[in-house]
């Protein structure tokens, strides 16, 4: 009987971290999943020791405040895997917590798995090597981390993207036809909510004059979000509607989106969309100083080219974002092109089955050295 130990510390690792949880138990129903993360992971069979991914503590001064405490629970789940060892620790994103704890762990014997690369490609490229030494297996979700990895002798694996098993999955649950609806996305956590949704609410009251009849939509993780969203927007038409996230991305025609996971969400249902981001003015200026890539947005990553237009900072005027999306909401030569741009930015991920694909390496580890998995996601990079 195999138990693996499993972090992840904000709420998409809890879905990504679900999936795989939901996966080894498929695939071994004997396998004993524990660790820190989500109401997600915990649902799927995880024995969850500590909410980390509900607490969604992101950005450098949000990190800096509450430092005291997440050493402490770092320190206390290094102790307690020191002295009881689990078959394999399975770290899901969530760098600033999990690199500290695998390098915690190395030289324990402990096999140590990193599920979903932090951006090194990004920034703090050297992170990389920090990775391949206290790290035993790395497994990526987009197909140009692998090569990256192996360039460097670490036993690397492309197994897919994550999201698109949930897409596939999906059946809307709502009605939403008729008028169009615009999907308002200023982020899942509290910090984010509180500095985005506001001038978000501005760019949503210059679409209204276009189309009056348009249903402005902003779905969230949870009631908490939704209270809190509702009181931002309390002068505004705003239908707020709790884990409703895909319905809305299934009925928007288009959306206003934070930087995040949710961009690749929208451009993986084809909805056009404008990213528009800002973060504390400390936060901001130590990422210019740090990160090194041309474009926040996933998607832009992916398609190595500025598909989405980026609002970031300063730049975020509600006037200049509403006249982009008016443009994007109508039917345009501009819309027609995003929609073409999204659509080879999905292709570009290949098939689904990543959790499946996950597990699977983890388990060949386990069972076998790690040799024998591994093929199973070589050809994911050709769509196979």
């Not at 030494?133 to 692998?146: A, D, L, Q, R, S």
């Not at 002798?153 to 492309?158: C, L, N, P, R, T």
């Not at 809307?172 to 899942?188: Q, T």
Request: hydrophobic share 45%.
């Amino acid at each position: 009987m195999s138990r693996i130990y499993l972090i992840a510390g904000e709420e998409s690792g809890d879905i990504h971290g679900a999936g795989l949880v939901a996966a080894l138990r498929r695939l071994d129903p004997e396998v004993q999943c524990e660790g820190l993360g989500g109401l997600r992971m915990q649902a799927a069979g995880m024995t969850l020791h500590h909410d980390l991914a509900g607490e969604g503590i992101m950005g450098f001064t949000e990190v800096v405040k509450h430092f005291p405490r997440m050493r402490r629970l770092l320190l206390d789940t290094r102790d307690a895997l020191r002295r009881d060892p689990p078959d394999a620790v399975v770290l899901i994103d969530y760098p600033g917590f999990n690199i500290r704890l695998a390098q915690a762990l190395h030289g324990s014997g402990i096999p140590v798995i990193y599920y979903i690369s932090p951006q090194v490609w990004a920034w703090k490229k050297k992170r990389i090597h920090t990775i391949a030494k206290c790290c035993t297996k790395m497994m990526v979700i987009f197909p140009f981390e692998e090569p990256l990895y192996q360039a460097i002798g670490m036993d690397a694996a492309y197994v897919g993207h994550p999201l698109l098993d949930h897409i596939q999955g999906f059946e809307p649950s709502r009605d939403f036809e008729g008028d169009p609806v615009i999907g308002i996305l200023p982020g899942s956590r509290a910090q984010e909510i509180g500095r985005l949704l506001a001038p978000m609410l501005d760019v949503a009251r210059r679409i209204q004059e276009h189309y009056p009849d348009a249903r402005f939509v902003t779905p969230c993780a949870n009631e908490k979000r939704a209270d809190q969203i509702r009181g931002i927007a309390k002068d505004f038409p705003l239908e707020v509607m709790p884990g409703t996230m895909y319905d809305v991305l299934h009925a928007a025609r288009f959306c206003l989106v934070a930087s995040g996971t949710a961009t690749l969400e929208t451009a993986l249902f084809g909805v056009p969309m404008i990213i528009a981001y800002r973060v504390s003015p400390l936060s901001y200026a130590l990422a210019r100083a740090l990160v090194d890539i041309k474009h926040i947005g996933i998607v832009n990553i992916l398609a190595g080219k500025g598909i989405v237009p980026e609002y970031v900072q300063g730049a975020m005027k509600p006037k200049a974002i509403a006249a982009d999306a008016l443009e994007l909401i109508g039917d345009t030569p501009r819309r027609a092109a995003m929609l073409e741009d999204l659509a080879a930015v999905r292709a570009s991920l290949g098939g689904g089955g990543a959790s499946e694909n996950a597990a699977r390496e983890v388990l060949s580890m386990l069972h076998h050295g790690g040799t024998e998995g591994t093929e199973l996601c070589r050809n994911l990079k050709n769509g196979l």
